[in-house]
């Protein structure tokens, strides 16, 4: 069984930071591409960024400047560095990753319980 439990999130005025972290967790062979999505109410859950194991990044060009995702391997844990925040980032962010469970196993898509971040003065 794999678990991403997420955490940092919370309320926030505009143009402050928040950092969010995901932690994997169980029994595993590997995790490839990580990533971080956000649901607002009302709208359908977006990719805010991702990384792959070697480090390349991919962030929406909503957040682009402004959020920064890191991830260390040896602790399975994948970030999201927020500044600047806007109330336009108001959302439940979830985090998941591509997760084999074996060599021989198939790669499969484990998601976080999310975590809600408010920006609002």
């Known amino acids: 069984q794999v678990q991403l439990v997420e955490s940092g999130g919370g309320l926030v005025q505009p143009g402050g930071s928040l950092r969010l972290s995901c932690a994997a967790s169980?029994?595993?062979?590997?995790?490839?591409?990580m990533g971080w999505y956000r649901q607002a109410p009302g709208k359908q859950r977006e990719l805010v960024a991702d990384i792959t194991r070697g480090g390349s990044t991919n962030y929406a060009d909503s957040v682009k400047g402004r959020f920064t995702i890191s991830r260390d391997n040896a602790k399975n844990t994948v970030y999201l560095q927020m500044d600047l925040l806007k109330p336009e980032d108001t959302a439940v962010y979830y985090c998941?990753?591509?997760?084999?469970?074996?060599?021989?196993?198939?790669?499969?898509?484990?998601w976080g319980q999310g975590t809600q971040v408010t920006v609002s003065s």
């Open positions: 169980g029994s595993f062979f590997t995790i490839y591409t």
């Open positions: 998941k990753g591509a997760v084999l469970l074996s060599v021989s196993s198939l790669l499969g898509d484990y």
